[in-house]
């Protein structure tokens, strides 16, 4: 039986990393990273007496509401990238969901998030999970690193129905309109970001990593990709599988993302996915995201092969939180220490990789837009029911269903 003085040393262990999880956050950390059950009441007699301060700071904050129209499961993907860590540390990120089931189709972190082989990748990835469905429509800002997704998407739309030819089944919002993906931006800047930033920041501080300098950046992405990406793979697993605050404003259904998503008729909902054929999503990844692309090297092959052979000398020990920075210098080290066996043509391999891992422009005007008949538009709805014009979906007896019995029903 936990208490607020049995969980105080796990709460104080987790919170350094996650400085601003609330009860309802660090519940979810304490079930998802400790495997520990705790109580609503334990947390908050804990909160109560260890940290007032921050159930002070949560009911000072105030939210801005935008209107936002789904239709169901799979209506909609909506997709953006996150630039905040992207010139101090060489990491861009990038995100896709589901809007309607709060589900978050990916979440990424690499060297790079403007080259539109990458991102149609990830989308490739994300319907091969999902067992071949994909959603109507996809959604994103009119950054040319969406058009291979646009593409692509409506490419596999056409091949599963002839009749959407000459259109295009991605729509790209203007005027900061794509509000789903930002939402979920500041939610991953309020709970998980912070403490790996300090972490992160502590190193630059010490002087240890400088985007700029070849080496450290190329050790720098080898050591921390991975490790970052394992860290959000949690987070996202965490997000999909944890049921949201209940807001009286949202007509969308309340649940666990995750239980909507797999059971959307549980909640008086409907399912929009579209099964497309493996062979044409392997024709379409050939075209769109092509295996061999060098944006899908984390570090070139020459150096890793280097890297590989010194990590094994310093035992292969696994990542953590504690020893990143430890594994990193040690790394470092051990190729400051053969820098004369290096070759002067592969030195000048990896400050090319560097030089276009620092450019923005690389690469993002490689894919063509499609040209096409854009979606019907309908004030507040951007998904892809009857060409996007959405009506028939749209009932006082529907909403009133959503808004009294936002609950799963009973078997």
């Not at 009441?41 to 109560?48: E, G, M, R, S, W």
């Not at 909506?78 to 189709?105: R, S």
């Not at 909640?267 to 999503?281: K, L, P, R």
């Not at 990542?319 to 990193?328: A, G, L």
Request: hydrophobic residues 35%.
């Amino acid at each position: 039986q936990h208490t607020s003085e049995s969980i105080k040393p796990i709460v104080e262990e987790l919170r350094p990393m996650f400085p601003n999880a609330g009860i309802k956050e660090m519940k979810s950390l304490l079930f998802h990273e400790r495997d520990m059950a705790v109580s609503k009441h334990v947390l908050i007699a804990y909160f109560k007496k260890y940290e007032p301060h921050l159930i002070k700071a949560r009911k000072a904050r105030r939210l801005k509401r935008k209107q936002f129209i789904a239709a169901g499961v799979n209506d909609l993907y909506t997709m953006d990238q996150h630039d905040k860590w992207k010139y101090k540390l060489g990491l861009c990120l990038h995100i896709c969901l589901d809007p309607f089931t709060g589900v978050i189709k990916w979440l990424k972190i690499w060297w790079n998030n403007s080259n539109p082989v990458l991102i149609v990748s990830y989308y490739i990835e994300a319907v091969r999970a999902n067992k071949g469905v994909t959603c109507l429509v996809t959604q994103s800002d009119a950054g040319t690193e969406n058009v291979g997704v646009a593409n692509a998407h409506t490419t596999l739309r056409h091949y599963q129905d002839p009749s959407l030819e000459g259109t295009i089944q991605h729509r790209y919002m203007l005027d900061k309109k794509n509000v789903m993906p930002e939402i979920e931006w500041s939610q991953l800047r309020r709970r998980w970001t912070p403490g790996f930033e300090d972490l992160m920041d502590y190193g630059v501080a010490q002087g240890w990593y400088s985007r700029t300098n070849t080496l450290e950046n190329l050790v720098f992405r080898w050591v921390f990709i991975p490790w970052l990406q394992a860290e959000l793979d949690i987070y996202r697993d965490r997000r999909n599988n944890t049921i949201k605050r209940h807001d009286k404003n949202k007509v969308l259904p309340h649940g666990v993302p995750a239980h909507i998503e797999s059971s959307p008729e549980s909640y008086g909902s409907f399912n929009f996915g579209v099964q497309v054929e493996d062979m044409h999503i392997a024709a379409v990844e050939k075209v769109f995201a092509p295996t061999d692309h060098p944006v899908f090297q984390l570090v070139p092959s020459s150096f890793a092969e280097m890297i590989s052979q010194f990590y094994a000398e310093l035992g292969s020990p696994q990542i953590t939180r504690s020893n990143v920075w430890d594994v990193y210098n040690g790394l470092l080290s051990k190729f400051r220490g053969d820098i004369q066996s290096i070759s002067t043509e592969r030195i000048k391999e990896w400050e090319e990789n560097c030089t276009i891992a620092q450019d923005d422009e690389w690469g993002r005007n490689s894919i063509e837009k499609m040209a096409g008949e854009p979606l019907s538009k309908v004030p507040g709805y951007w998904g892809g029911v009857n060409g996007g014009s959405g009506p028939g979906m749209w009932n006082g007896l529907r909403y009133k269903y959503l808004l009294t019995n936002d609950e799963p029903q009973s078997a």
